[in-house]
């Protein structure tokens, strides 16, 4: 399933150069960068193939296209002019979904921020597990007791239930070790 959604995504930038795909959960910023000139680099390849190969190929048409490439160019540039300063960088960034979820969780200002690690799969949080698991253990005990606005049924069921359990265990003073001390007492 994850495949087609790339794929689809892919076609669809191909055709339609959604800048919106330029996320690192998507295409990324180097790579939707990148496609948009592969995408005149495969036109200019038509443009070679329709001279060289049609029976009765149409006259200018390598002017057309070079009239669209430049068209394109110009406003390509006068687009990246338009764009805030610090949104450049996306367009070239080779930052992945998981570097990507990874930052937003450690750089996040507050907890309701670091809750939304738990909107996507795992895979993109699984390296840095440790530190969410600590910033459940530390925090958990407070929300239970004073139940911010994001410690909802929704987030309650999106965390995996064995992070639940540890949590629940740091917060109430057990934790593994202390739980194997006194099983042999």
Not at 36 to 49: D, E, H, P, T
Not at 93 to 118: C, H, I, W, Y
């Amino acid at each position: 399933v994850s495949f087609f959604a790339r794929l689809i995504v892919k076609l669809v930038t191909d055709y339609t150069s959604i800048v919106h795909f330029r996320h690192p959960y998507e295409l990324g910023g180097f790579y939707w960068t990148f496609n948009m000139f592969l995408s005149f680099f495969g036109s200019w390849i038509s443009v070679y193939v329709y001279k060289n190969y049609s029976v009765n190929p149409v006259k200018d048409v390598d002017k057309f296209m070079l009239a669209l490439t430049l068209a394109w160019l110009i406003n390509f540039i006068f687009f990246l002019f338009t764009v805030k300063r610090k949104y450049l960088k996306t367009f070239y960034t080779v930052e992945t979904g998981r570097s990507f979820g990874a930052r937003m969780f450690l750089e996040a200002e507050n907890d309701s921020q670091r809750a939304q690690v738990f909107t996507r799969h795992s895979w993109f949080w699984k390296r840095i597990k440790p530190e969410i698991q600590s910033w459940l253990n530390a925090g958990w005990a407070e929300w239970e007791a004073k139940s911010p606005p994001w410690f909802t049924a929704k987030f309650l069921a999106s965390v995996p239930p064995e992070m639940v359990k540890c949590a629940r265990d740091a917060s109430s003073g057990l934790s593994l070790t202390s739980m194997r001390s006194t099983i042999g007492k």
